[in-house]
Nanobody, 125 residues
Framework: QVQLVESGGGLVQAGGSLRLSCAASGRAFSTYAVGWFRQAPGKEREFVAAINWSGVNTYIAHSVEGRFTISRDNAKNTVYLQMNSLKPEDTAVYYC??????????????????WGQGTQVTVSS
């Protein structure tokens, strides 16, 4: 079992930055791949970024490429999503999720077994 808790969301002006954290508890978190997803009102949940178990490989969605980066600190059981140059269209609830397929990084929601409760990000224009 893995429990995930997101933090770091909030209200920011367009062009600003936020860093989201995903803190995990449970055994063997360092063997899991982790993804960030987001869901805006009335829209489906969409993939944002993913990182493999070691942190060496990452995959960023085209919509946020060049603005968002994902990283992890396995010693702290935490994964981060650094969001720069935020736009109003980035407004959503952001979720982190863990996949037991630690070497595989992908945007398929079905790969992820454990999900956090989400953190709200609101970008004002």
């Amino acid at each position: 079992q893995v429990q995930l808790v997101e933090s770091g969301g909030g209200l920011v002006q367009a062009g600003g930055s936020l860093r989201l954290s995903c803190a995990a508890s449970g055994r063997a978190f360092s063997t899991y791949a982790v993804g960030w997803f987001r869901q805006a009102p009335g829209k489906e949940r969409e993939f944002v970024a993913a990182i493999n178990w070691s942190g060496v490989n990452t995959y960023i969605a085209h919509s946020v490429e060049g603005r968002f980066t994902i990283s992890r600190d396995n010693a702290k059981n935490t994964v981060y999503l650094q969001m720069n140059s935020l736009k109003p269209e980035d407004t959503a609830v952001y979720y982190c999720a863990a996949s037991p397929f630690g070497a595989k990084i992908a945007g398929n929601l079905e790969l992820y077994d454990y999900w956090g409760q989400g953190t709200q990000v609101t970008v004002s224009s």
